[in-house]
Nanobody
């Protein structure tokens, strides 16, 4: 069992930055690919970014490429999502999720493969 807890959400003005973090307890995140997803009111959950368990590979949704950066520190058991140039349409609850990595560079970009999910953290971007 991997327990995931997100933190760092909040309210920020458009154009600003925010960093959300995902911390694991119960067991190490080493060996797990980790993804970030978000869900806005009235919309389906969507993929944002994911990183392989080695940290050597990452993938991003087109809507956040060039603005968001995912990183991980396996010694601290954390995965961060740095969000820059935020837009009102980035407003959502952000969730992290973990999936056992099939290989070092495995980066799942759909929600289906992920076995463990956090409770989410609210990010609100005001215009």
């Amino acid at each position: 069992q991997v327990d995931l807890v997100e933190s760092g959400g909040g309210l920020v003005q458009a154009g600003g930055s925010l960093r959300v973090s995902c911390a694991a307890s119960g067991r190490t995140l080493s060996g797990y690919a980790v993804g970030w997803f978000r869900q806005a009111p009235g919309k389906e959950r969507e993929f944002v970014a994911a990183i392989s368990w080695s940290g050597g590979s990452a993938d991003y949704a087109d809507s956040v490429k060039g603005r968001f950066t995912i990183s991980r520190d396996n010694t601290k058991n954390t995965v961060d999502l740095q969000m820059n140039s935020l837009k009102p349409e980035d407003t959502a609850v952000y969730y992290c999720a973990a999936d056992w990595g099939r290989n070092r560079e495995y980066v799942p970009t759909s929600s289906g493969p992920y076995d463990y999910w956090g409770q989410g953290t609210q990010v609100t971007v005001s215009s």
